[in-house]
């Protein structure tokens, strides 16, 4: 193995504070990672981590090295870019985090297609409905659908996603349907939590401007899809982009609650650090990413929007040439 890629086993080493945390990552084993961490301290003739039970540290030789590697790295990555951006292909490792029901729809059935563009290169996924930092996890690039906030991270627009509330008919049969966005506070609302979600309050759009609500329900899970099973099953009243869901309303399983009070709309995009040469893989997959996810969620919709539904709704004709359904 070369002192290049045992100088990226360091770098990741000290970054998680942990060989197994940093194997995951590479997809070595941590008894791979501690053999080229040895070998690195042979070559150098000194060592660069203390090691405890549950850590290791890098010592001041270490930290120095540490820095070290990160230029020359850097250095190496940019001559790759270099070569790349004069008609080199992509290539290399290329770590991509996704909302899971996100990569179960559309991610993972296109992830054959980009990489018969791209044989170069290798993706890994990382699938959570928790925002991953990109440089802490060292991640290349992420995709999201979320109102994003000012970051250092490039972020590049896919496409616009409307929101709706929706539930299974047989709920709101039993229930009622709540006719204000404060009726809310009264019904079982299914919520997606994990460590820092904000998805148990709900900002909706009403005539005097968006106002947020916090609801409350027995059900909550960090994983979107649950959700929509739940909602399917009567269970409660759920949040969701339209796309997702698109199949469930056509057929009647869900229908729309509070339609004159949507959600704000969230925008699909990527995003990435700023980096002065950016890696030939990265723009290859936000490039892909841009077309190929914006028409993958047309076809989920298959033209159906918010406004049609309203519309539908107020001629009192069916969603999309489904039997009808009162919309709440």
Known sequence: MSLLDNMRVFVRVVEQDSMSAAGRLLRLSPAVVSHRIQALESHLGVRLLNRTTRRVQPTEQGLAFYTACQEVLASVERAENVVAGVGGAPQGSLRVTAPLGFTRRILAPLVPEFQALHPKVTLQLRCSEHLLDLLTESVDI?????????????ARKITDCERLLCAAPAYLAEQGAPQTPEDLLDHSCLLLRFPGSQQFRWTLQTPDGLKTYSVQGRFDADDGDTLTGWALDGRGIVLKPLWEVAEHLRDGRL??????????????????????????????????????????????????????????????????????????
């Open 142 to 154: 992420a995709v999201r659908m979320a109102i994003l906030s000012d970051s250092s991270l490039i």
């Open 255 to 328: 229908v729309p609650v509070l339609a004159n009070f949507p959600p704000e709309p969230v925008a699909l995009s990527v995003l990435y650090p700023h980096r002065r040469l950016l890696p030939a893989r990265v723009k290859a997959f936000s490039d892909f990413a841009v077309t190929r996810f914006a028409e993958e969620i047309e076809k989920s919709l298959q033209g159906m929007t918010l406004a049609k539904m309203r519309a539908a709704r107020a001629a009192g004709a069916p969603v999309r040439g489904t039997a009808r359904q009162d919309l709440a």
